[in-house]
């Protein structure tokens, strides 16, 4: 019952946010034409609230970027399941991965204006907290451009997050696992360079070398 009142909200979030001419084309092959990575003859694309509906997805937002400007943005479904807000453009949604490009432009940024080498030995831009040592570090030394890359041979692919009012880990208590950290220590486990592997443990690396270099908190 309370799913088919958050899809009955979709429709109205959606009609809020209504465009026309071309950009009201671009957003229906969005809503209408969602497929899996390879569409195989005779396969059907699904629409947005057709798999919103099989994952229990309350809420969505999408927004497009074209030619260095927002093309179109759009929000479907509801903010709150109880009070049934509908979810708009505004609405806050945890970053997540989507955060990681925008980590790397800014390292990129600090690698233009000579701040940072991405073939350095990441520890020598790390101050408060330094990558421990091992057998894969001493024959190949971790760096920036592996770490941003997801071939530093890093652990912890990724972190749950915590719930509202339970106690926040320091950036060096998740770096190494620390209570009330719920993730174990990034370290590296296999030789750097060597493959990809997925690992946000290595952008958190990478965000702990931007704070030190800057002397700034990272946000």
């Given at each position: ?13 959606a ?22 990575p ?40 509801v903010?709150?399941?109880?009070s049934l ?76 997050g ?25 370290r590296v ?31």
């Amino acid at each position: 019952m309370l799913l088919a009142r958050i899809l009955a909200a979709v429709l109205l979030g959606a009609a809020a946010l209504g465009a026309e001419g071309p950009a009201l084309v671009e957003i229906q092959k969005v809503e209408r034409g969602l497929r899996p990575p390879v569409l195989l003859k005779g396969d059907k694309t699904w629409t947005l609230e057709e798999r919103m509906r099989l994952y229990r997805v309350p809420a969505v937002s999408i927004a497009v970027f074209g030619s260095g400007r927002i093309l179109w943005a759009k929000a479907y479904g509801v903010a709150d399941a109880d009070s049934l807000t509908p979810a708009t453009e505004a609405t806050l949604f945890q970053a997540a991965s989507v955060s990681k490009p925008v980590s790397a432009a800014a390292v990129l940024k600090k690698v233009e204006q000579g701040k940072l080498s991405l073939d350095k030995d990441v520890n020598e831009y790390l101050k408060s907290w330094k990558l421990p040592e091992n057998e894969w570090t001493k024959k190949t030394p971790v760096t920036l451009a592996e770490l941003l890359s997801h071939s530093a041979g890093i652990t912890v692919h990724g972190f749950p997050g915590y719930a509202a009012g339970r106690a926040v880990p320091t950036l060096v208590q998740v770096l190494d696992g620390a209570p009330p950290a719920n993730t174990a220590a990034i370290r590296v486990d296999s030789l750097p360079g060597k493959e990809y592997r997925y690992s946000g443990g290595g952008y958190t690396i990478a965000q702990q070398a931007l704070i030190d270099v800057e002397g700034k908190p990272f946000p």
